[in-house]
């Protein structure tokens, strides 16, 4: 009971955030469009899945500005007791792994094992990834555009997943702006739920 919830789907996610939503009598931020869930537009006061934007801002904030590297901050080696990733427990079970890094888990722990970012988040880096609301997209964007709180392309065959999670070992995946798309379940993916804020 106390494990973060992996191995379910995009749509599962969704349809956890409508399901507390109406839990607290909250609007829904997802309507289905034929077969597909997209968010209401406008979106309301309901939970939703985070945008890839706003995950990343949260991630990145170092209490100043949206400016960290990694979750423990600006460079490697990974700082001691600073997230569950793939680390010398998990040597037997994982082809990749921190030979120099202990955390004591081969696997996921429950939330708030490790301390929280400036914002009072725990586990943006490490655990497991997560699924975020926007559709995936390698291609790049126009380099002369700006673009405040993005959330995405208007459809695709994966959805974005961000954040490392406790099979995670490589520079890449470490680094908070890591993203990857996704459209199935896996045992290191799961998510967290967010909202506008009330006015």
């Given at each position: 009971?106390?494990?973060?919830?992996?191995?379910?789907?995009?749509?599962?996610?969704?349809?956890?955030?409508?399901?507390?939503?109406?839990?607290?009598?909250?609007?829904?931020?997802?309507?289905?469009?034929?077969?597909?869930?997209?968010?209401?537009?406008?979106?309301?006061?309901?939970?939703?899945?985070?945008?890839?934007?706003?995950?990343?801002f949260?991630?990145r904030?170092?209490?100043?500005?949206?400016?960290?590297?990694?979750?423990?901050?600006?460079?490697?080696p990974?700082?001691?007791?600073?997230?569950?990733?793939?680390?010398?427990?998990?040597?037997?079970?994982?082809?990749?792994?921190?030979?120099?890094?202990?955390?004591?888990?081969?696997?996921s722990?429950?939330?708030?094992?490790?301390?929280?970012?400036?914002?009072?988040?725990?586990?943006l880096?490490?655990?497991?990834?997560?699924?975020?609301?926007?559709?995936?997209?390698?291609?790049?964007?126009?380099?002369?555009?700006?673009?405040?709180?993005?959330?995405?392309?208007?459809?695709?065959?994966?959805?974005?997943?961000?954040?490392?999670?406790?099979?995670?070992?490589?520079?890449?995946?470490?680094?908070?702006a890591?993203?990857?798309?996704?459209?199935?379940?896996?045992?290191?993916?799961?998510?967290?739920?967010?909202?506008?804020?009330?006015?």
């Open positions: 009971d106390g494990q973060p919830v992996v191995n379910l789907t995009w749509n599962e996610a969704v349809d956890f955030c409508n399901w507390l939503s109406a839990q607290e009598g909250l609007d829904p931020a997802y309507v289905k469009a034929g077969a597909e869930w997209k968010l209401a537009s406008p979106v309301g006061n309901g939970y939703r899945l985070p945008t890839e934007a706003e995950w990343e949260a991630a904030y170092d209490g100043t500005a949206a400016t960290l590297r990694y979750p423990w901050g600006g460079s490697l990974v700082a001691p007791n600073s997230g569950n990733y793939a680390d010398s427990a998990a040597r037997y079970t994982l082809d990749v792994t921190l030979p120099d890094y202990t955390d004591g888990y081969a696997v722990v429950a939330p708030g094992k490790f301390p929280a970012n400036a914002l009072g988040l725990f586990d880096g490490g655990n497991v990834a997560e699924w975020v609301n926007d559709w995936y997209s390698a291609a790049p964007l126009d380099s002369d555009a700006t673009l405040i709180d993005p959330a995405g392309p208007a459809s695709g065959k994966e959805h974005v997943l961000k954040g490392s999670s406790f099979r995670s070992a490589t520079i890449t995946e470490l680094r908070l890591y993203r990857d798309g996704a459209s199935e379940p896996r045992v290191d993916l799961g998510f967290r739920v967010a909202r506008y804020a009330s006015k």
